[in-house]
């Protein structure tokens, strides 16, 4: 069974530093997904990482896969408070038939001035 | 705003009860996915329907069920509720199946079981 490990589940922040967000998985997959959720919203597709060494970045948010690993990073650069959220990081095992995405537990984020 | 439409947002009831959570997928997508996201389980997959048919399956419980229809709407089915399920249940949706492209979520339903 696949298990996805976020780590840290909680992190406070400083404005203005810098931080990173840990997601390993535990079976082969080249796709991995980073979802952003708001209290009591929906999910927010941040990043699409398809192959080893992929990296995207968007804003403060840069986001890489390493498959060897099995890890992928979301690294959070010069915190600010819009950044406050919790943070998914999700494994797809698609096959031919279809897609599953298996959800990490989320690491809720906190930006404090 | 994802395009991905659920009704109702909110849907209390009783234990033993049957409730229907409807979702229409984005313009244009094909394949619709429902999750679960509680306190003690997180999010988790349920099923997934591409174009009317079932696609892949999670941790979805024999008194769930779940449809895709022509205009590609699709429903989830709880039954004989137990308090346990009270949760917040969304449904996704995305181009095609086997895609890269990421999944688009809906508000999604908050379920409550008294």
């Known amino acids: 069974e696949l298990k996805v490990e976020q780590n840290p589940l909680f992190l406070s922040m400083q404005e203005g530093k810098n931080y990173t967000i840990y997601c390993n998985y535990s079976t082969t997959s080249d796709r991995l997904y980073w979802y952003r959720q708001d209290p009591g919203k929906s999910l927010e597709s941040l990043f699409v990482?398809?192959?080893?060494?992929a990296v995207k970045q968007e804003g403060r948010l840069m986001a890489s896969l390493d498959t060897k690993a099995r890890l992928s990073t979301l690294h959070i650069t010069a915190a600010v408070h819009d950044l406050s959220a919790t943070y998914f990081c999700?494994?797809?095992?698609?096959?031919?038939?279809?897609?599953?995405?298996?959800f990490g537990g989320g690491t809720r984020v906190l930006v404090k001035p | 705003d994802s395009g991905v439409t659920q009704t109702p947002k909110h849907l209390i009831t009783a234990t033993g009860q049957r409730v229907t959570l409807r979702c229409s997928p984005r313009s244009g997508d094909l394949s619709v996915y429902w999750y679960q996201q509680s306190l003690d389980q997180g999010l988790q997959f349920l099923i997934q329907y591409y174009n009317g048919e079932e696609r892949a399956k999670g941790n979805i419980l024999e008194r769930f069920s779940a449809q895709q229809f022509p205009d590609l709407h699709s429903e989830l089915n709880l039954s004989s509720l137990e308090l346990g399920d009270s949760a917040l249940y969304f449904c996704?949706?995305?181009?095609?199946?086997?895609?890269?492209?990421?999944?688009?979520f809906g508000d999604g339903t908050r379920l409550s079981i008294l």
């Open positions: 999700a494994v797809d095992t698609a096959k031919a038939a279809g897609n599953k995405l298996t």
């Open positions: 996704a949706s995305s181009e095609g199946t086997y895609s890269n492209q990421p999944q688009h």
């Open positions: 990482l398809l192959s080893n060494g």
